[in-house]
């Protein structure tokens, strides 16, 4: 499975931004998705995942209410809806998918994309 994200940039705080990543996968809803971010200097964290069938949506308390995962297993895509943006959620956003782990644990995904880089300015 490859895995191509996109939509980085920037963008003020308070803002919107919308990241897509497309799945080469011949069967891609058969895989759980997930968004994972590293920030410069810190460690890659959890910031959301859904499940197969587009439902088991989870969140990382710090983007609870302000992003939305979203899928459309016809166009092979996953997304990442973003508001109320802050120059907190600056950093390269991962997407990732495994056949059997929907978690919140990145060392569980067998499959990473290339990353995407916006930054929110203050």
């Known amino acids: 499975v490859q895995l191509q994200a996109s939509g980085g940039g920037l963008v003020q705080a308070g803002g919107s931004l919308r990241l897509s990543c497309a799945a080469s996968?011949?069967?891609?809803?058969?895989?759980?998705m997930a968004w994972f971010r590293q920030a410069p200097g810190k460690e890659r964290g959890f910031v959301a995942a859904?499940?197969?069938?587009?439902?088991?949506?989870n969140y990382a308390d710090s983007v609870k209410g302000r992003f939305t995962i979203s899928r459309d297993n016809a166009k092979n895509t996953v997304y990442l809806q973003m508001n109320s943006l802050e120059p907190e959620d600056t950093a390269i956003y991962y997407c990732?998918?495994?056949?059997?782990?929907?978690?919140?644990?990145?060392?569980?995904?067998?499959?990473w994309g290339q990353g995407t880089q916006f930054t929110v300015s203050s």
């Open positions: 859904i499940a197969r069938s587009g439902g088991g949506i």
């Open positions: 990732a998918a495994d056949k059997f782990y929907s978690g919140s644990d990145h060392g569980r995904y067998h499959y």
């Open positions: 996968a011949r069967r891609f809803s058969t895989y759980n």
